[in-house]
C-alpha cells in the first residue's frame, strides 16, 4: 500500500501553493522548518517571519484550498505533496540539495525565476503515478517560433525515446514542446506537459486537443492551482520544474538568449546532463542550440547529440542504451598495405602493364609488386589481362576516389 | 635581400621529391641527417640504408630533377625548398616535432598516409610568396558531395577570413574546396590550392578555371612534380599539408569517416585549433562533422563555429579578432525586480485596476505595488486610465511571452 499524506497536510500545502509564487528560498526553508499545517497557521495568524509574510500579502487573507482541491478534482486532478508517496522524490532531491546552499540573506539571493528550490506541492492531472512517469524521462525544449527542421527532429527525438520506454517532458507551447509529444505520443509513449498555469486551463487553448490526448496515457503537471493564469513570469519559475524531474534536458531549437537556454542552464546547475540538437548556422532557430555548444565553462558542458540514440548514451544507465557511432561501409582499400594501395593506384584502367611498370610508377621494388599483386587480385580490384595488369573493371562497392 | 637556396640543393631535393612518395620518416630522416646532395649522391650510387633505397625503388635509376624543374618553370612555377627564405617553417615546425617522434623501427611507424613527417620540397606556382600567404591562413575543408548549404556557409566563412586579410587554404575538389576557393577570391582575398598531383595539371579538369582565377592572386601547391597524376592515395597524405600549413582547420561537411574529418584528426595532432560547421541532423553531410564535434578525448577537442568572426577568435593572435557572442535586442523586463514583473504580469490589458487588486494578483503588499508602479510607468510598460492600472496598449519592442 502505498503512503499517502495526511488530509490537512494536503490542504495545507493546497494553501502554500495559492499564497505565494514558486520559487522562494524563504518561503521554502520557512514551510520545511515549520512543517506546512504549523506554516499556514502562523501565515494566518500573521505571525509568520516578516519576509514570508510580506511575500504572502493579500493573498495570506483567503483560504481557497478546499476549493482549490475540489476544482483539481472536477478535472480529474490531484494535489501531489512530498509527503505522498508518489512524490518525484529522487528527480527533485537535486533542487533541495541547491535550494541548501542558496545565501540566507534575501539580498543575496538570486531571482526567483532563477533560485533553484522544490516546489512546495504538484497539481498532477492524468492517471499515472508522477514518480513512475518521470523516473525514465527526458526534457524536450526549444523555440516556440520553430522551424520545420526543429519540429521533425524533436518530433524524431521525442518517438525514438518513446519507443525505448522514456518519457518526453516538456512545457505544453508552440512549436519543439508541440512536436515533442506529438512525437511521443506517435510511439504510444507517455508524455508529461509541465505547465505555467492551472492544469485545468489549456493554454494555448489551441492545445486543448494535444492536452486531452496527453492525459490519454501522461500527465499535466503544475505548480500553480487550477484557474491560475499563464503570467509570463511564471514560465521562467517553471524551466527549473523541466530541468530538475527528468535525467537530462535536450534542446532542439533556441534563438540567442532564450527561455529554452535559460532551461539548459537550469539542468547544467542541477548536475543533469544539457545536451544540444545543432542545426543550420544559417539558421536564427539553432543560433541559442549553437551558443550553448560553443560555452566551455570547466568541465561542465553541453553534448551535442543528433539522435535518440545519442540522447540514451548520455542519460541511460550504465550498460544499457548505447549508441553506436556513425559508419560508412568499409572498403577493401581499408585493409590493404602503403605497397598495395600505391601499386593499385599505379594500375591502369585499360591496358594491361608489366609488374616492372607498377614498381616504376608505385615507387617501389618489383619484387613488393609481385608480392602485393595476389591480394589484389584477391579482392577483386585487379585482373591479368594476358599481357599485364589493371584495375578490374567492375570493382566492387567502396572503390570511390578519396 | 632574401636567401635562395644553392642551386645543387634545389636540384637535389626536385630528384627526392620525385624519387619518393612523401610521408616516408626513414626518408625524411636519412635527407636530415646527411644533406639533400649527398643523400642524392648515396641513392644514385646504390648506398644509401636499405630501407630507404627500398622505397626509392626503380626510381632511384632516372634522374629528371632538371626535366621537372623546367617543366615548373614552363607553367610559372618553382620549387621551394627548406633552404629557401619562402619555405613555410614557422607553420611546417609543427611536423618537424612529430617526426621527430615517430618511432626509428619501421613496423611501429604510422601508415605514411598517416605519418606526420615533413615534406622535402613545395612545388609551387604563382607569385606570392608561400611564407607570406600562409602566415595568417585558414583551412577549410569538406565534402565533394556538399550540399547547397555546405557550399554556401564555406563561401561565407572564406569570404569573411578573406575580408579579414585571411588566405583560404584548401584542396582543389568539387564541393566544399571550391566553394572556399571562391568565396576567398570574392573578397578579392589569396587562396592557396594544395593539390595531390603536379602543380602543371588541372585535376579535377573542370577546375581549370577556378585554378586560373586562385593563380591571380593566390597560389597552387604539391609535394609531387610537374605530370604527377592524383593517385588516391596522394590525397590522404596531403591532407596533413593542409592541416600543418595553417593556424587551424575548419571542417564545413564531412561524411562520416569522411577525408575531411581525417583533415582534422591531422590539424589536432599536430597542435592546431579544429572548427567544425554544424549543420541539420538529418543530412548525411552533416554527420561526420557532429561525430568531431561529440568526440571528447582529453581536453583537446574540436570547436563549433559558425562564423568567420568565431573561426578568428579560435585561430587570431590574442587581442586582435575577437568574435562578438551572439546578441538578442534587450527588453525593459529584463531590468526589472521580481516584484516589478509579477505587479507588470497582473495588470489587465483592458481594463485598469485599483492597485489592491494588483497586489492580490501579484502576490504582494499594496505597498511594493505602489513602489514599482512608477518604475513600469517610466518604462511605458503601464497606463493610468484614471480609474485604474493597465499593461500600455502598444508595448515598446520585445515584449513577448517567454
Known sequence: ????????????????????????????????RTGPVAAVQSLLRGSAPAEVQALAGRRAGADLSEEDLHRADRCGGRLVVPEDDEWPAVALHCLTLTAHDLPTVRREQPDRTAALVPPVALWVRGDRPLDELVDRSVALVGSRASTAYGEHVAAELAHGLGQQGWTTVSGGAFGIDAAAHRGSLSAGAATVAVLACGIDRAYPSAHSTLFTRVLDDGLLVSEWPPGCAPLQHRFLVRNRLIAALTRGTVVVEAA???????????????GKSVMVVPGPVTSAMSVGCHELLRARDADRHAVLVTSAAQVLQEVGRLGEDLATPAERPGSPRDSLSDIARRVLDACPVRIGVPPERLAAVAGCEVVDVLRVLPVLELHDLVEWTGTG??????????????
Request: overall charge positive.
Open 256 to 270: 540567442a538568449r532564450s527561455g529554452a537556454q535559460a532551461t539548459a542552464n537550469r539542468a547544467r546547475d542541477l
Open 389 to 402: 595488369w589493371r584495375v578490374r573493371r567492375e570493382p566492387p562497392a567502396g572503390r570511390l576516389a578519396p
Open 1 to 32: 500500500m502505498s503512503l499517502v499524506a495526511d488530509p490537512g497536510v494536503r490542504r495545507a500545502r493546497a494553501w502554500l501553493s495559492r499564497a505565494f509564487e514558486p520559487g522562494s528560498v524563504d518561503v521554502w526553508r520557512f514551510v520545511e
